[in-house]
Protein backbone atom coordinates (compact mmCIF):
# COMPACT_ATOMS: atom_id res chain seq x y z
CA UNK A 1 0.00 0.00 0.00
CA UNK A 2 2.95 2.23 -0.19
CA UNK A 3 4.86 4.13 -3.03
CA UNK A 4 8.26 4.10 -1.87
CA UNK A 5 9.88 2.83 1.80
CA UNK A 6 12.12 5.18 4.12
CA UNK A 7 15.59 4.54 2.56
CA UNK A 8 17.39 2.53 5.08
CA UNK A 9 20.10 4.12 7.78
CA UNK A 10 23.12 2.19 5.79
CA UNK A 11 22.23 1.68 2.19
CA UNK A 12 25.04 -0.10 1.10
CA UNK A 13 24.35 -2.83 3.24
CA UNK A 14 20.96 -3.41 1.31
CA UNK A 15 21.21 -1.91 -2.43
CA UNK A 16 20.34 -4.50 -5.02
CA UNK A 17 20.07 -4.07 -9.15
CA UNK A 18 17.03 -1.93 -10.38
CA UNK A 19 16.56 -0.22 -6.88
CA UNK A 20 16.99 3.52 -6.13
CA UNK A 21 17.80 5.60 -3.02
CA UNK A 22 17.07 8.79 -3.12
CA UNK A 23 15.54 11.97 -1.39
CA UNK A 24 14.94 9.65 1.42
CA UNK A 25 12.87 7.38 -0.62
CA UNK A 26 13.84 3.57 -1.40
CA UNK A 27 11.99 2.50 -4.80
CA UNK A 28 12.53 0.70 -7.88
CA UNK A 29 12.87 1.99 -11.00
CA UNK A 30 10.31 0.50 -13.28
CA UNK A 31 7.03 1.89 -14.04
CA UNK A 32 4.02 1.50 -11.54
CA UNK A 33 1.07 -0.19 -13.23
CA UNK A 34 2.98 -3.92 -12.91
CA UNK A 35 4.04 -3.53 -9.26
CA UNK A 36 0.33 -2.15 -8.39
CA UNK A 37 -0.72 -5.57 -10.20
CA UNK A 38 2.18 -7.78 -8.43
CA UNK A 39 1.41 -6.12 -5.11
CA UNK A 40 -2.03 -7.59 -5.20
CA UNK A 41 -0.75 -11.01 -5.45
CA UNK A 42 1.61 -10.61 -2.69
CA UNK A 43 -1.12 -9.53 -0.62
CA UNK A 44 -3.30 -12.01 -1.00
CA UNK A 45 -0.43 -14.63 -0.59
CA UNK A 46 0.04 -15.69 -4.44
CA UNK A 47 2.77 -13.41 -5.94
CA UNK A 48 3.51 -16.55 -8.12
CA UNK A 49 -0.31 -16.35 -9.40
CA UNK A 50 -0.14 -12.93 -11.02
CA UNK A 51 1.65 -13.29 -14.89
CA UNK A 52 0.06 -17.16 -14.85
CA UNK A 53 -3.59 -14.75 -14.82
CA UNK A 54 -1.70 -12.53 -16.70
CA UNK A 55 -1.09 -15.12 -19.51
CA UNK A 56 -4.08 -16.48 -19.53
CA UNK A 57 -5.71 -13.25 -20.65
CA UNK A 58 -2.98 -13.25 -23.28
CA UNK A 59 -3.97 -16.34 -24.37
CA UNK A 60 -7.69 -15.37 -24.63
CA UNK A 61 -7.34 -12.07 -26.54
CA UNK A 62 -4.81 -13.68 -28.95
CA UNK A 63 -7.95 -16.46 -29.55
CA UNK A 64 -10.13 -13.50 -30.45
CA UNK A 65 -7.74 -10.97 -32.39
CA UNK A 66 -6.56 -14.26 -34.70
CA UNK A 67 -10.66 -15.19 -35.27
CA UNK A 68 -11.32 -11.49 -36.11
CA UNK A 69 -8.70 -10.86 -38.26
CA UNK A 70 -8.80 -14.07 -40.30
CA UNK A 71 -12.48 -14.58 -39.55
CA UNK A 72 -11.90 -18.45 -38.52
CA UNK A 73 -12.47 -19.44 -35.50
CA UNK A 74 -9.73 -22.40 -36.31
CA UNK A 75 -7.05 -20.30 -37.04
CA UNK A 76 -7.73 -18.59 -33.61
CA UNK A 77 -7.66 -22.04 -31.93
CA UNK A 78 -4.71 -23.18 -33.47
CA UNK A 79 -2.71 -19.48 -32.31
CA UNK A 80 -3.99 -20.24 -29.22
CA UNK A 81 -2.33 -23.29 -29.27
CA UNK A 82 1.15 -22.58 -30.20
CA UNK A 83 1.05 -19.35 -27.94
CA UNK A 84 0.34 -22.63 -24.69
CA UNK A 85 2.97 -24.54 -26.18
CA UNK A 86 5.71 -21.70 -26.61
CA UNK A 87 9.03 -21.30 -24.01
CA UNK A 88 8.85 -17.81 -24.98
CA UNK A 89 5.65 -17.28 -23.92
CA UNK A 90 5.63 -20.20 -20.65
CA UNK A 91 8.95 -18.80 -18.84
CA UNK A 92 8.29 -15.17 -19.07
CA UNK A 93 4.46 -15.25 -17.41
CA UNK A 94 5.98 -17.80 -14.94
CA UNK A 95 8.28 -15.19 -13.79
CA UNK A 96 8.15 -11.66 -11.84
CA UNK A 97 9.08 -9.42 -14.92
CA UNK A 98 6.69 -7.16 -16.75
CA UNK A 99 6.89 -8.35 -20.13
CA UNK A 100 3.92 -10.70 -19.52
CA UNK A 101 1.45 -7.84 -18.62
CA UNK A 102 3.31 -5.24 -21.83
CA UNK A 103 2.11 -8.58 -24.23
CA UNK A 104 -1.63 -8.86 -22.96
CA UNK A 105 -1.84 -4.95 -23.19
CA UNK A 106 -0.35 -4.60 -26.48
CA UNK A 107 -3.13 -7.34 -27.63
CA UNK A 108 -5.39 -5.43 -26.22
CA UNK A 109 -4.26 -2.58 -27.84
CA UNK A 110 -4.61 -3.93 -31.29
CA UNK A 111 -7.66 -5.97 -30.68
CA UNK A 112 -9.60 -3.43 -29.36
CA UNK A 113 -8.18 -0.78 -31.84
CA UNK A 114 -9.13 -3.48 -34.99
CA UNK A 115 -12.94 -3.77 -33.25
CA UNK A 116 -12.94 -0.14 -33.31
CA UNK A 117 -12.16 0.64 -37.16
CA UNK A 118 -14.47 -2.55 -37.73
CA UNK A 119 -17.56 -1.16 -36.22
CA UNK A 120 -16.33 2.84 -36.45
CA UNK A 121 -17.20 3.47 -32.31
CA UNK A 122 -15.21 5.85 -30.68
CA UNK A 123 -15.59 3.69 -27.43
CA UNK A 124 -13.79 0.90 -28.73
CA UNK A 125 -11.01 3.41 -30.05
CA UNK A 126 -10.91 5.00 -26.44
CA UNK A 127 -10.51 1.30 -24.57
CA UNK A 128 -7.44 0.73 -27.15
CA UNK A 129 -5.67 3.61 -26.04
CA UNK A 130 -6.38 3.35 -21.82
CA UNK A 131 -4.81 -0.07 -23.03
CA UNK A 132 -1.76 2.21 -25.00
CA UNK A 133 -1.48 4.29 -21.73
CA UNK A 134 -1.78 1.28 -19.33
CA UNK A 135 1.69 0.06 -21.83
CA UNK A 136 3.42 3.23 -21.12
CA UNK A 137 3.25 2.63 -17.46
CA UNK A 138 4.86 -0.73 -17.69
CA UNK A 139 7.01 -0.17 -20.75
CA UNK A 140 7.17 3.02 -22.33
CA UNK A 141 9.91 1.95 -24.84
CA UNK A 142 8.06 -0.87 -25.63
CA UNK A 143 4.41 1.67 -26.27
CA UNK A 144 6.32 3.88 -27.90
CA UNK A 145 7.66 1.19 -30.76
CA UNK A 146 4.18 -1.01 -31.24
CA UNK A 147 2.10 2.98 -31.21
CA UNK A 148 3.80 4.06 -34.72
CA UNK A 149 3.27 1.17 -36.95
CA UNK A 150 -0.42 0.32 -35.59
CA UNK A 151 -1.23 4.05 -35.74
CA UNK A 152 0.08 4.95 -39.03
CA UNK A 153 -1.76 1.84 -40.07
CA UNK A 154 -5.29 3.16 -38.46
CA UNK A 155 -4.41 6.68 -40.91
CA UNK A 156 -2.62 5.49 -43.99
CA UNK A 157 -6.95 3.17 -44.08
CA UNK A 158 -8.91 6.33 -43.39
CA UNK A 159 -7.05 8.65 -45.72
CA UNK A 160 -7.53 5.78 -48.23
CA UNK A 161 -11.11 5.61 -47.84
CA UNK A 162 -11.56 9.29 -47.43
CA UNK A 163 -12.67 9.20 -44.23
CA UNK A 164 -10.45 12.42 -43.31
CA UNK A 165 -12.91 13.36 -40.09
CA UNK A 166 -13.45 9.67 -39.19
CA UNK A 167 -9.79 9.50 -38.50
CA UNK A 168 -9.40 12.71 -36.86
CA UNK A 169 -12.32 11.17 -34.44
CA UNK A 170 -10.78 7.90 -34.33
CA UNK A 171 -7.36 9.46 -32.75
CA UNK A 172 -9.24 11.76 -31.21
CA UNK A 173 -10.92 8.58 -28.85
CA UNK A 174 -7.89 7.13 -28.40
CA UNK A 175 -6.31 10.21 -26.76
CA UNK A 176 -8.99 10.17 -24.90
CA UNK A 177 -7.79 6.54 -23.53
CA UNK A 178 -3.82 7.66 -23.52
CA UNK A 179 -4.15 11.20 -22.36
CA UNK A 180 -5.43 10.67 -18.44
CA UNK A 181 -2.53 7.40 -18.04
CA UNK A 182 -0.26 9.90 -19.58
CA UNK A 183 -1.21 12.47 -16.72
CA UNK A 184 -1.09 10.01 -14.12
CA UNK A 185 2.69 8.84 -15.54
CA UNK A 186 3.67 12.74 -15.08
CA UNK A 187 2.40 12.70 -11.33
CA UNK A 188 4.04 9.85 -10.51
CA UNK A 189 7.47 10.77 -11.97
CA UNK A 190 6.73 13.54 -9.81
CA UNK A 191 6.41 12.13 -6.73
CA UNK A 192 9.44 9.98 -6.66
CA UNK A 193 11.62 13.07 -8.08
CA UNK A 194 10.00 15.92 -7.71
CA UNK A 195 13.56 17.86 -9.06
CA UNK A 196 14.34 15.50 -11.90
CA UNK A 197 14.79 16.58 -15.66
CA UNK A 198 11.53 16.09 -17.43
CA UNK A 199 9.07 13.04 -17.07
CA UNK A 200 10.33 11.16 -20.34
CA UNK A 201 13.69 10.18 -18.84
CA UNK A 202 11.20 8.10 -16.11
CA UNK A 203 13.57 6.62 -13.32
CA UNK A 204 16.05 4.67 -15.71
CA UNK A 205 18.60 6.92 -16.03
CA UNK A 206 18.19 8.34 -12.47
CA UNK A 207 19.38 4.82 -11.73
CA UNK A 208 22.12 4.87 -14.33
CA UNK A 209 22.59 8.12 -16.10
CA UNK A 210 24.49 5.93 -18.85
CA UNK A 211 21.34 3.51 -19.33
CA UNK A 212 20.28 5.28 -22.11
CA UNK A 213 18.86 4.97 -25.95
CA UNK A 214 21.85 5.90 -28.55
CA UNK A 215 25.27 4.88 -29.59
CA UNK A 216 28.09 6.12 -27.37
CA UNK A 217 31.69 5.04 -25.83
CA UNK A 218 29.41 5.82 -22.32
CA UNK A 219 26.51 3.84 -23.09
CA UNK A 220 25.92 1.04 -20.06
CA UNK A 221 29.42 2.24 -18.65
CA UNK A 222 30.44 0.48 -15.54
CA UNK A 223 27.22 -1.58 -15.56
CA UNK A 224 27.92 -4.43 -17.93
CA UNK A 225 29.77 -4.72 -21.18
CA UNK A 226 28.83 -6.02 -24.47
CA UNK A 227 30.89 -8.36 -26.36
CA UNK A 228 33.68 -7.73 -24.03
CA UNK A 229 33.68 -3.77 -23.96
CA UNK A 230 32.33 -0.58 -23.11
CA UNK A 231 29.58 1.68 -24.87
CA UNK A 232 26.85 1.19 -27.89
CA UNK A 233 28.23 0.94 -31.79
CA UNK A 234 25.60 0.10 -34.65
CA UNK A 235 27.79 -2.88 -35.35
CA UNK A 236 26.69 -4.13 -31.96
CA UNK A 237 23.61 -3.05 -32.68
CA UNK A 238 23.29 -4.97 -35.50
CA UNK A 239 25.07 -8.27 -33.98
CA UNK A 240 22.52 -8.30 -31.03
CA UNK A 241 19.54 -8.51 -33.87
CA UNK A 242 21.00 -11.49 -35.62
CA UNK A 243 21.67 -13.07 -32.39
CA UNK A 244 18.60 -12.58 -31.25
CA UNK A 245 16.65 -13.67 -34.41
CA UNK A 246 18.41 -17.03 -34.44
CA UNK A 247 17.57 -17.46 -30.88
CA UNK A 248 14.08 -16.64 -31.24
CA UNK A 249 13.53 -18.95 -34.23
CA UNK A 250 14.42 -21.71 -31.45
CA UNK A 251 13.07 -20.29 -28.43
CA UNK A 252 9.33 -19.46 -30.16
CA UNK A 253 8.27 -22.52 -30.35
CA UNK A 254 10.72 -24.92 -29.42
CA UNK A 255 10.40 -26.35 -32.80
CA UNK A 256 14.39 -28.01 -34.17
CA UNK A 257 16.45 -26.67 -36.74
CA UNK A 258 14.96 -22.89 -36.43
CA UNK A 259 11.79 -23.61 -37.73
CA UNK A 260 9.99 -21.82 -35.65
CA UNK A 261 9.89 -18.93 -38.26
CA UNK A 262 8.62 -21.03 -41.29
CA UNK A 263 4.98 -20.12 -41.55
CA UNK A 264 5.69 -16.40 -41.00
CA UNK A 265 6.23 -15.14 -44.40
CA UNK A 266 3.41 -16.71 -46.26
CA UNK A 267 0.60 -14.82 -45.64
CA UNK A 268 2.84 -11.86 -46.03
CA UNK A 269 2.84 -12.05 -49.57
CA UNK A 270 -0.23 -14.66 -50.03
CA UNK A 271 -3.85 -14.66 -49.20
CA UNK A 272 -6.43 -11.91 -48.88
CA UNK A 273 -4.41 -10.56 -45.24
CA UNK A 274 -1.25 -9.49 -46.66
CA UNK A 275 -1.78 -6.00 -45.26
CA UNK A 276 -2.77 -7.19 -41.83
CA UNK A 277 -0.29 -9.50 -41.15
CA UNK A 278 1.78 -7.11 -42.42
CA UNK A 279 0.82 -4.47 -39.60
CA UNK A 280 0.87 -7.07 -37.25
CA UNK A 281 4.36 -8.11 -38.58
CA UNK A 282 5.53 -4.51 -38.38
CA UNK A 283 4.70 -4.14 -35.00
CA UNK A 284 7.65 -7.01 -34.62
CA UNK A 285 9.86 -5.07 -36.87
CA UNK A 286 9.49 -1.88 -34.95
CA UNK A 287 10.90 -3.95 -31.50
CA UNK A 288 13.69 -5.56 -33.39
CA UNK A 289 14.88 -2.19 -34.74
CA UNK A 290 14.11 -0.18 -31.87
CA UNK A 291 15.76 -2.22 -29.75
CA UNK A 292 18.58 -2.39 -31.58
CA UNK A 293 19.71 1.22 -30.22
CA UNK A 294 19.70 -0.16 -27.11
CA UNK A 295 23.25 -1.16 -25.28
CA UNK A 296 22.30 -3.89 -23.45
CA UNK A 297 20.61 -6.74 -25.96
CA UNK A 298 23.54 -8.60 -25.34
CA UNK A 299 22.12 -9.89 -22.24
CA UNK A 300 18.78 -10.55 -22.66
CA UNK A 301 17.63 -13.77 -20.67
CA UNK A 302 15.08 -16.52 -22.38
CA UNK A 303 15.94 -14.95 -25.81
CA UNK A 304 14.74 -11.27 -27.16
CA UNK A 305 12.63 -10.82 -24.34
CA UNK A 306 12.22 -6.72 -25.18
CA UNK A 307 10.65 -8.29 -28.17
CA UNK A 308 7.91 -10.23 -26.31
CA UNK A 309 5.11 -7.66 -26.86
CA UNK A 310 5.63 -8.43 -30.49
CA UNK A 311 4.46 -12.02 -30.11
CA UNK A 312 1.28 -11.13 -32.36
CA UNK A 313 2.87 -10.19 -35.15
CA UNK A 314 4.60 -13.61 -35.02
CA UNK A 315 1.67 -15.60 -33.72
CA UNK A 316 -1.11 -14.30 -35.93
CA UNK A 317 1.11 -14.79 -39.24
CA UNK A 318 1.81 -18.26 -38.37
CA UNK A 319 -1.26 -19.70 -37.58
CA UNK A 320 -2.60 -17.95 -40.91
CA UNK A 321 0.20 -19.01 -42.69
CA UNK A 322 -0.24 -23.10 -41.51
CA UNK A 323 -4.16 -22.60 -42.83
CA UNK A 324 -2.92 -21.22 -46.28
CA UNK A 325 0.10 -23.71 -46.56
CA UNK A 326 -2.37 -26.68 -46.21
CA UNK A 327 -5.18 -25.53 -48.42
CA UNK A 328 -2.53 -24.24 -51.19
CA UNK A 329 -1.26 -28.31 -50.76
CA UNK A 330 -4.98 -29.91 -50.80
CA UNK A 331 -5.88 -27.91 -53.56
CA UNK A 332 -8.86 -26.27 -52.85
CA UNK A 333 -9.67 -25.09 -55.91
CA UNK A 334 -10.49 -28.74 -57.07
CA UNK A 335 -12.60 -29.22 -54.32
CA UNK A 336 -11.59 -32.41 -53.42
CA UNK A 337 -13.04 -32.95 -49.60
CA UNK A 338 -10.72 -36.38 -49.26
CA UNK A 339 -7.34 -34.62 -50.83
CA UNK A 340 -7.87 -31.77 -48.38
CA UNK A 341 -8.85 -34.54 -45.62
CA UNK A 342 -5.29 -36.32 -46.49
CA UNK A 343 -3.45 -32.98 -46.03
CA UNK A 344 -5.17 -31.62 -43.14
CA UNK A 345 -4.14 -35.02 -41.26
CA UNK A 346 -0.63 -34.81 -42.75
CA UNK A 347 -0.41 -31.35 -41.33
CA UNK A 348 -1.65 -32.24 -37.87
CA UNK A 349 0.76 -35.13 -37.53
CA UNK A 350 3.62 -32.42 -38.82
CA UNK A 351 2.66 -29.91 -36.03
CA UNK A 352 2.27 -32.48 -33.46
CA UNK A 353 5.72 -33.93 -33.94
CA UNK A 354 7.25 -30.52 -33.66
CA UNK A 355 5.07 -29.95 -30.53
CA UNK A 356 6.12 -32.77 -29.56
CA UNK A 357 10.08 -32.48 -29.74
CA UNK A 358 9.62 -28.83 -28.01
CA UNK A 359 7.74 -30.66 -25.04
CA UNK A 360 9.90 -33.76 -24.74
CA UNK A 361 13.16 -32.05 -25.31
CA UNK A 362 13.43 -28.16 -25.64
CA UNK A 363 10.97 -26.94 -23.09
CA UNK A 364 12.28 -28.72 -20.04
CA UNK A 365 15.80 -27.57 -20.98
CA UNK A 366 14.73 -24.23 -20.89
CA UNK A 367 13.06 -24.92 -17.37
CA UNK A 368 16.14 -26.30 -15.99
CA UNK A 369 17.63 -23.24 -16.86
CA UNK A 370 15.08 -20.69 -15.26
CA UNK A 371 14.89 -22.67 -12.40
CA UNK A 372 17.90 -20.86 -10.66
CA UNK A 373 17.75 -17.77 -13.33
CA UNK A 374 20.64 -15.35 -12.50
CA UNK A 375 21.53 -18.03 -9.37
CA UNK A 376 18.87 -17.18 -7.01
CA UNK A 377 17.56 -19.51 -5.41
CA UNK A 378 15.18 -20.95 -2.50
CA UNK A 379 18.38 -21.94 -0.64
CA UNK A 380 18.48 -19.05 1.79
CA UNK A 381 15.18 -18.74 2.04
CA UNK A 382 14.98 -22.70 3.04
CA UNK A 383 17.81 -22.70 5.32
CA UNK A 384 16.62 -20.03 6.93
CA UNK A 385 13.25 -21.85 7.59
CA UNK A 386 15.16 -24.84 8.76
CA UNK A 387 17.27 -22.82 11.14
CA UNK A 388 13.32 -21.13 12.42
CA UNK A 389 15.43 -18.11 12.35
CA UNK A 390 13.76 -14.96 14.56
CA UNK A 391 15.20 -11.38 15.63
CA UNK A 392 18.60 -12.87 12.77
CA UNK A 393 20.46 -10.60 11.10
CA UNK A 394 22.09 -12.32 7.60
CA UNK A 395 24.91 -11.02 5.71
CA UNK A 396 25.12 -12.34 2.34
CA UNK A 397 27.52 -12.83 0.58
CA UNK A 398 27.16 -11.02 -3.12
CA UNK A 399 29.31 -10.39 -6.40
CA UNK A 400 28.74 -6.70 -6.51
CA UNK A 401 25.02 -6.19 -6.16
CA UNK A 402 23.92 -9.40 -8.10
CA UNK A 403 23.17 -13.07 -6.36
CA UNK A 404 21.41 -11.40 -3.30
CA UNK A 405 19.10 -14.46 -2.43
CA UNK A 406 18.31 -12.61 0.67
CA UNK A 407 16.98 -9.18 -0.71
CA UNK A 408 13.65 -10.06 -2.01
CA UNK A 409 12.71 -11.68 1.69
CA UNK A 410 13.50 -8.13 3.76
CA UNK A 411 10.48 -6.54 4.70
CA UNK A 412 11.40 -2.88 3.27
CA UNK A 413 10.53 -1.12 6.37
CA UNK A 414 13.07 -3.09 8.49
CA UNK A 415 10.32 -3.55 11.13
CA UNK A 416 9.82 -7.28 11.34
CA UNK A 417 11.19 -10.81 10.64
CA UNK A 418 15.06 -11.86 9.32
CA UNK A 419 17.00 -8.55 7.78
CA UNK A 420 19.16 -9.84 5.04
CA UNK A 421 22.15 -8.07 4.02
CA UNK A 422 25.64 -7.35 1.79
CA UNK A 423 28.51 -9.27 3.52
CA UNK A 424 30.81 -5.74 3.65
CA UNK A 425 33.63 -7.30 5.29
CA UNK A 426 34.92 -4.56 8.13
CA UNK A 427 31.87 -2.66 7.39
CA UNK A 428 29.73 -4.93 9.02
CA UNK A 429 30.05 -3.89 12.60
CA UNK A 430 28.37 -0.55 11.80
CA UNK A 431 25.12 -2.92 10.88
CA UNK A 432 25.49 -5.06 13.68
CA UNK A 433 25.46 -2.32 16.31
CA UNK A 434 22.43 -1.32 14.86
CA UNK A 435 20.78 -4.19 16.04
CA UNK A 436 22.19 -5.41 19.19
CA UNK A 437 19.40 -8.06 20.28
CA UNK A 438 19.94 -9.73 16.96
CA UNK A 439 21.34 -13.22 16.14
CA UNK A 440 24.25 -12.70 13.52
CA UNK A 441 24.92 -14.91 10.77
CA UNK A 442 26.56 -15.04 7.75
Not at 3 to 24: C, K, Q, R, S, T
Not at 76 to 104: D, E, I, V
Not at 191 to 217: C, I, K
Not at 361 to 375: F, I, T, V, W
Amino acid sequence: GHLWAPAPLYPDFFAFEHMIVENGKWFGKYPPLFPLLLSIGVRAGVPWMVNPLIGALSGLTLFFLTTRITGSRGSGLLAWLLLLTSPFFLLLNAGMMAHGLALLLTLLFIHLGWKGLEQNKASWAALSGLCMGGLILTRPFTAFLVFIPVTLYIVILNVQKHRFMGCLKYMAAMAMGIVPVLLLSVLWHKLYLPENRHFLDFLYSSYNVTDTLGFGADKGKGWLKTWGSWGHTPAKGFRSIYNYLSYTAQHLFGWPLGLSFAFVGIPLFFGRRKAVCGILFSTFCFLVVGHMFYWATQHLGYGARYWFSGMAGLLVPTALGIKLFRDDAAGTSLEDPARKQRVSFFMVLVLMGLTAWNLALYLPQRLEEAHCYGNVSAKLENAAKDLHLEHSLVFVKTENLQYNDGFFMNDPFMKAGVIFARDLGEKNQILMNQYPEYDIYL
